[in-house]
């Protein structure tokens, strides 16, 4: 991209910004913001902490500390857009569909990426998902501005690493205000990432943690379990948990821990069993194709 190209995106973004904060405050001054009615993740403990469940219409941050709890992490930013993509066929949200991922160039050499067959896990269809790439983070900045601000999709994730200065509060309150306007489910994936102030209404910490045994099929995984760990939350209360995916209701259910003889033995307790990947000698059909991605590694700046 050009550093005129570069400039005049710039530009567009921050009077666009401009009108969409003063948009935002005169609604809110007017009482007539969206209201959109809570995600509740399923885990009745952790539905109960949040009011009944997530902001829908909001900015919430998912952090991993480490990058090898990337999957955990993008597991549970997945199962949220699952069930926003849910509320969206059943519920007041009706007509949301599709997400968009949006991910930092920065993340791509050790956070790996969505795999479609893993995706039905979650009950996701792989091509309502879009996958953004840009090439340098200000323009997965701009795509996730503009992802957040559209009025007809479930969810957006914006896939970062680390802690960059130029992702600040500021930025975030942009994306909080445009999903707050849309209606959008907008997460923050940060990689690697350290506590810091955010517009976010509320920030988890997840750790993974060992699956369990499938209930159906010898010797297979069960489902993904996760440590959960609110670390902010707007309406004040925090906690931590123990959450398991469960594939079937498409919701997060309570785990038991493992005991320490059941560590010892390797016997693990059983879990909900998983939607099976076949064996390759008995797969009947390929796996299915990702949505559209969008790849402006190269030069990001025509889009603009």
């Not at 900015?59 to 509320?87: K, P, Q, T, Y």
């Not at 920030?203 to 045994?213: H, L």
């Not at 959960?228 to 259910?253: I, M, V, Y």
């Amino acid at each position: 991209m050009s550093l005129s190209r570069l400039q005049t995106a710039t530009d567009i973004l921050k009077a666009r910004t401009r009108a969409y904060e003063a948009e935002a405050h005169r609604g809110m001054g007017l009482g007539d913001a969206a209201v959109s009615p809570p995600l509740a993740l399923g885990a009745s403990v952790v539905d109960l902490c949040l009011d009944g469940g997530l902001a829908c219409g909001g900015l919430h941050e998912v952090r991993v500390g480490l990058a090898r709890d990337i999957a955990a992490g993008s597991g549970f930013a997945l199962g949220l857009a699952a069930r926003a993509i849910h509320a969206g066929r059943e519920g007041a949200g009706r007509g949301r569909q599709g997400i968009v991922w949006v991910t930092d160039p920065a993340t791509r050499v050790d956070g790996g990426g969505l795999f479609p067959a893993g995706l039905a896990q979650y009950g996701l269809d792989p091509s309502r998902v879009t996958c953004v790439e840009p090439g340098d983070l200000q323009g997965a900045m701009w795509a996730a501005d503009e992802a957040a601000g559209c009025a007809g999709l479930a969810a957006l994730v914006f896939q970062i690493k680390g802690n960059p200065a130029r992702f600040d509060i500021t930025a975030t309150r942009r994306l909080m205000l445009r999903a707050r306007q849309s209606g959008v489910l907008a997460l923050v994936l940060r990689q690697s990432g350290e506590e810091e102030a955010s517009a976010a209404v509320t920030r988890w910490c997840v750790n993974t943690e060992m699956s369990g045994a499938d209930e159906t099929f010898e010797r297979g995984v069960g489902a993904m379990r996760l440590s959960l760990t609110l670390e902010r939350n707007r309406a004040g209360r925090t906690g931590q948990w123990l959450l398991a995916w469960n594939p079937k209701a498409r919701s997060f259910d309570h785990a038991a821990p493992h005991t320490t003889d059941q560590r010892i033995s390797g016997a693990t307790p059983p879990a909900h069993s998983l939607d099976r990947i076949p064996a390759s000698a008995d797969r009947r059909d390929s796996a299915g194709k990702m949505g559209q991605v969008l790849d402006h590694r190269q030069d990001f700046g025509r889009a603009s």
